[in-house]
C-alpha cells in the first residue's frame, strides 16, 4: 500500500512539472518570436544599426571599432572624400571579437573594397565584459550562423542558454519597444552609424602611464584581431588599421596599440597612428573627452583619414599577388 | 560553485535525484560526499581546514558532555579558541597585521612580519560560527553530543548552508539528518518555489542594481552627489536581494529533500524602527550574537548603562565579523548607535510623534517609520560598501553637498532597475500586508499557479542580469 502511494506521489509530481515545463516552453516560444518580429523590426538605435550590417549594408567602404569609430568616423565626409560609399559598422563598448562576427556576416554577402578597423588603447587587454557584451550578437545567432563561434567564447554553457527562445533579446525589451516607436517620417533613417558628440573637452589633460599596472593580454583577441586581417587579405580588401587621437599625456607605451601596429606591419597593412598626434592633440577644442572626437573634430579626423587612404599608395595589402 | 549557475543546476538535479533513489540510512553519506564536493569546488585544499575543525569540535563535543566543572569548560575553551583561532589567522591575519606596521610605521619602526597571500577559505565565519553554536550547546546542555562521526561532519558542512549560511543550531538541523523522509511532491514545488524567488532576487534586482552601484562607488570621485545617493538606496535593495536570495535558494534546495532550515530574513525593508530591522535581516547571525553573546553579558537584565555598553559591543564585533576592515567595524558601530540611541530617547520620540498626532493615519504614519529606518540603515551602508574609511567619508561629503543630477546612467538601465525595485516591494508588501491583489502565486488552482511561476521565469530569462556573479556575502 505503501509503495503504491509512493508510486502515485512520484507520478502526480512528474505529471506537474511536466506541465509546468511545457507551460513555460509554450510561453517562451509564443513571446521569443514576439521580441525576434520586434527586435528585426526596429527602426533605431544601435540595433538597427548592427541588422542593417549584418542583413543589408552594400557600401564600399565599412569602418568597424567602438566608440572610438561610431564617434570619430564620419561616413559622410569619407565618402565626399573618397568617392566611395561608406557606412560606419562599429559598435559603442565593443572590441574586435564583435567586429570581426559581424565582418563575416557581411563577408557571406559581398566584399567591399575598403576596410577600416579603429583600435583602442586597451584592445588587447584581458576583459571579461568584452566577453557579456558579445551578448549583442545573440538575436543573430540562429538565421546566421557566422557569428556562433565568437557567441561560444561567452562561456561554455551559452548553447544550452540559446534553448530559450526569449534569452537572446535579454535586456533588450526597453530598446526593442523604442526602436519601434518612432513616426512614419523617422522610419527608415536609420543613419550612416556614425554618431556626433556636440560638447567640448574641459580639460585638463590628465597623464596616463602605460608602464604601470599593465593589464594582461587576451591571445583570443590578439588571434581574432589576425584573423580579421587575414579574412580581408583573402578577400582582396583594403584593410586600414586606425587608432584615432586621445587627449592625454602618455607615458611610455600602450601594449595594445604596439602589437596591433606590429602585426599590421608584418602583414602589410597599412597602420595609421594618430593615437598621440599633435595635428589633434594640440587642439583641445575638436575633442568631446579624452578619447572621443566632438562633431568639429571628427570631421576633421575624417576627412584626414579619406585624404591619407586616397593618397595612399596602397600597398598590396591583400597579399594576392604574393601568392 | 554558485547558486546561480548552470553547474549548480546539475549539481542540485544529481544530487536531490541520487537521495531519493537510496534507502535512508545511508543518505547521510550520499550528503556529505555531495557537500565535500561542493565545498570542493572553490578551492579543493581548503577542506582540510574545514576537517580540522570539525575533528577538533566533534571530539570537543563527545569530551564536554562526559566532562564536569573546570575540565568540561577546559573542553569548550579549546574548542572555541581553535575555531576562533582559525578565523583570525585566515581572516584577520593582514588586517591585525597591517594596523600593527601602521602603529610602527608612527614611530618610524618597520613592522618585520610581512602580510600572508592566501584566500579567505570561502564561507569560513559561516561555518565556524555554526560548529561553535554546536559546542556550546553541548556544554549548555541543550544538545546531546553527536557519537556519529559522519552526521556530525554533515551538520557542518551541508551544502546549501555551508558557504553563507543561515547559521544553524544543533537543535534544529542535527535531528533531521536521522529522519526518514519520504518524498513530497507538494514539498518539492514549495522548495523549487523558493529557488525560483531567489533566483528572481539574485538575477533580476540584485544583479541589475549592482550594475549603477558598482560605477557609482568604483568611480565616485567623478559622480554627482545626487548619484551617489541614488547608489546607497540602490545598494541596500542590492545587499538584501543577494543574500536572501542566497537564503532562498539555500532553504529550498534543503526543502526539496525535505529539510527545514531556519528563515534568515523577514522582509526588513518593511522595518519601523532600527531594532526591528535587526529581528528581520540576517536572523540567524543576530540570534547568535544574542544568544552567545549578548545574554552572556548581561542582556536586558543589567542596568541601562551597562546595556547601551553591550549593544555596542555586540554590533562592533557584528561589524567586525564581516570583514577585517575597518569599514565594517564603523557600519557596525553606527547601528549599535542607532539601537542605543533608540533606548536612549524612547521617551523623547514617543511625545514627539504623540505630538504630531500622525497615529491617527495609520498607514502614512508606518509609511514615514519605515522610510526613516530604511534611510538610516542604507546610510550606515556607505561604510559596508565602501572599500576604505576615506572612501566612505568621501562619498558621504558628497551625497550632502547635493549636487548634480541622478540620471548617469542609461533612461534604460534606470527602467529596469526601478521596476526591479517596485516588482520586490510589490511582493514583499503584499506577503507583509496581506494585500489581497498580485496573489496569483497563492492561488488553489494548479493552473493559475504554474502560470504566474512560468511567468517568473520568463521574467528572469528577459530581464536578468546574466554576468552579475558572486554573491555578497561569500566573502565573508
Known amino acids: 500500500m505503501e509503495k503504491i502511494l509512493e508510486a502515485n506521489t512520484y507520478r502526480s509530481f512528474i505529471l506537474k512539472l511536466f506541465v509546468f515545463i511545457v507551460i513555460v516552453a509554450v510561453v517562451d516560444i509564443s513571446v521569443g518570436k514576439l521580441l525576434e518580429k520586434a527586435y528585426f523590426n526596429q527602426q533605431q538605435g544601435e540595433d538597427a544599426l548592427t541588422t542593417y550590417a549584418v542583413k543589408e549594408v552594400q557600401s564600399q567602404m565599412l569602418v568597424f571599432g567602438s566608440s572610438r569609430a561610431v564617434n570619430n568616423f564620419d561616413p559622410a565626409v569619407m565618402e565626399n572624400e573618397t568617392g566611395l560609399s561608406c557606412f560606419n559598422a562599429g559598435r559603442i563598448g565593443q572590441s574586435v571579437l564583435y567586429h570581426y562576427a559581424v565582418l563575416k556576416t557581411i563577408l557571406k554577402r559581398y566584399s567591399p573594397e575598403v576596410v577600416v578597423l579603429s583600435m583602442d588603447a586597451g584592445e588587447f587587454a584581458k576583459d571579461a565584459e568584452d566577453y557579456d557584451k558579445l551578448s549583442s550578437l545573440l538575436p543573430y545567432y540562429n538565421s546566421h550562423p557566422e557569428v556562433r563561434d565568437m557567441v561560444h567564447l561567452k562561456g561554455p554553457i551559452e548553447k544550452i542558454k540559446l534553448l530559450s527562445s526569449i534569452y537572446p533579446y535579454n535586456s533588450l525589451l526597453l530598446p526593442i519597444i523604442k526602436g519601434n516607436s518612432i513616426n512614419e517620417q523617422e522610419k527608415n533613417a536609420k543613419g550612416n552609424g556614425y554618431i556626433s558628440l556636440q560638447r567640448t573637452f574641459p580639460g585638463p589633460v590628465e597623464t596616463i602611464d602605460y608602464t604601470a599596472n599593465r593589464r594582461q593580454l587576451d591571445s583570443v583577441k590578439i588571434n581574432t584581431y589576425l584573423s580579421f586581417i587575414k579574412e580581408c587579405r583573402q578577400r582582396g580588401i583594403k584593410l586600414y588599421v586606425v587608432c584615432p587621437p586621445y587627449i592625454v599625456n602618455p607615458v611610455g607605451k600602450n601594449l595594445s596599440l604596439q602589437i596591433a601596429e606590429k602585426i599590421a606591419g608584418d602583414m602589410g597593412v597599412p597602420y595609421f597612428d594618430l593615437a598621440y598626434d599633435e595635428k589633434f592633440t594640440s587642439r583641445k577644442h575638436l575633442f568631446a573627452d579624452f578619447r572621443h572626437l566632438n562633431l568639429q573634430g571628427s570631421k576633421e579626423f575624417s576627412k584626414f583619414i579619406s585624404a591619407r587612404i586616397s593618397s595612399d599608395e596602397v600597398p598590396d595589402n591583400t597579399g594576392i599577388h604574393n601568392e | ?476
Open chain 2, 1 to 476: 560553485m554558485l547558486f546561480n549557475s548552470f553547474h549548480f543546476v546539475f549539481f542540485f538535479l544529481i544530487v536531490t535525484g541520487g537521495y531519493f533513489s537510496i534507502p535512508y540510512t545511508k543518505r547521510w553519506m550520499w550528503l556529505l560526499a555531495a557537500s565535500c564536493y561542493f565545498y570542493m569546488a572553490f578551492v579543493p585544499v581548503y577542506i582540510l581546514i574545514l576537517a580540522f575543525t570539525i575533528i577538533i569540535d566533534y571530539f570537543a563535543g563527545i569530551y564536554i558532555e562526559r566532562s564536569a566543572g573546570k575540565r568540561r569548560k577546559l573542553f569548550l575553551v579549546s574548542s572555541l579558541v581553535a575555531n576562533i583561532g582559525i578565523l583570525c589567522f585566515f581572516k584577520y591575519f593582514n588586517f591585525f597585521n597591517d594596523n600593527i606596521s601602521a602603529m610602527l610605521g608612527i614611530f618610524e619602526f618597520q613592522n618585520p612580519v610581512g602580510n600572508l597571500s592566501i584566500l579567505l577559505p570561502i564561507g569560513l565565519s559561516f561555518h565556524t560560527f555554526q560548529a561553535m553554536s554546536y559546542t556550546i550547546e553541548v556544554y549548555r546542555g541543550n544538545q546531546q553530543a553527536e557519537r556519529h562521526f559522519g552526521i556530525y561532519a554533515l551538520y557542518v558542512m551541508f551544502y546549501p548552508q555551508l558557504v553563507a549560511g543561515p547559521i544553524e543550531r544543533p537543535q534544529n538541523l542535527l535531528h533531521q539528518f536521522r529522519q526518514k523522509i519520504d518524498f513530497d511532491g507538494s514539498r518539492v514545488f514549495s522548495g523549487l518555489k523558493l529557488m525560483l524567488w531567489g533566483l528572481f532576487k539574485k538575477i533580476v534586482v540584485a544583479d541589475r542594481l549592482g550594475i549603477f552601484v558598482d560605477n557609482a562607488y568604483n568611480y565616485h570621485a567623478q559622480q554627482s552627489g545626487a548619484a551617489l545617493a541614488l547608489a546607497t538606496i540602490f545598494f541596500s535593495f542590492q545587499v538584501y536581494c543577494d543574500f536572501s536570495a542566497y537564503s532562498d535558494i539555500a532553504r529550498g534546495s534543503a526543502r526539496v529533500m525535505g529539510f527545514d532550515l531556519m528563515k534568515n530574513f523577514n522582509r526588513p525593508n518593511l522595518s519601523r524602527s532600527t531594532a526591528e530591522f535587526w529581528k528581520r535581516w540576517h536572523i540567524s547571525l543576530s540570534t547568535w550574537f544574542k544568544d552567545y553573546l549578548y545574554f552572556p553579558l548581561g542582556g536586558n537584565r543589567v542596568p541601562m548603562p551597562r546595556r547601551y555598553v553591550n549593544l555596542m559591543i555586540v554590533f562592533l564585533i557584528s561589524g567586525f565579523w564581516h570583514g577585517a576592515n575597518w569599514t565594517f567595524v564603523i557600519w557596525g558601530g553606527i547601528n549599535g548607535l542607532f539601537l542605543v540611541m533608540g533606548l536612549l530617547f524612547k521617551k523623547q520620540a514617543d511625545a514627539f510623534w504623540k505630538f504630531t498626532r500622525l497615529q491617527k493615519f495609520p498607514i502614512l504614519y508606518a509609511a514615514i517609520h519605515i522610510s526613516i529606518t530604511f534611510l538610516l540603515i542604507s546610510f550606515s551602508r556607505i561604510f559596508f560598501r565602501s572599500q576604505t574609511v576615506e572612501q566612505a567619508f568621501a562619498v558621504i561629503k558628497k551625497i550632502f553637498s547635493f549636487s548634480g543630477s541622478i540620471f548617469k546612467e542609461s533612461a534604460v538601465m534606470m527602467l529596469y532597475s526601478f521596476f526591479a525595485i517596485a516588482f520586490l516591494m510589490l511582493v514583499e508588501m503584499r506577503n507583509e500586508y496581506k494585500l489581497p491583489a498580485f496573489t496569483f502565486s497563492l492561488r488553489r488552482s494548479f493552473w493559475v499557479r504554474s502560470t504566474w511561476y512560468a511567468l517568473l521565469v520568463i521574467l528572469i530569462l528577459l530581464v536578468g542580469v546574466y554576468d552579475g556573479g558572486q554573491f555578497i556575502y561569500f566573502q565573508f
